[in-house]
């Protein structure tokens, strides 16, 4: 995923309330706005909502326990 597909990832969530956006002081590379995303309390609940999909699919099977590794899960 590139940087400007990701900006339009942010942006969606933030329209529907589960990341805040805050721009800090300052320019970035290019000139371009520095941009801070927090995800809000509705951005915590839907991230958990989509753990238990994701627990619940790989216990009924559809996944294997490892599709959903992530090196931080060591």
Known sequence: M??????????????????????????GRGGHPVLIYDITENGKTLRSDIGRWIDLGVRMG??????????SDD
Do not use: M, S
Request: charged share 30%; no cysteine; aromatic share 14%.
């Open 2 to 27: 590139d940087r400007k597909e990701l900006r339009l990832h942010l942006e969606r969530l933030h329209n529907a309330g589960h990341v805040a956006i805050t721009e800090r002081a300052g320019k």
């Open 62 to 71: 559809y996944y294997p326990d490892t599709f959903f590794y992530l090196p």
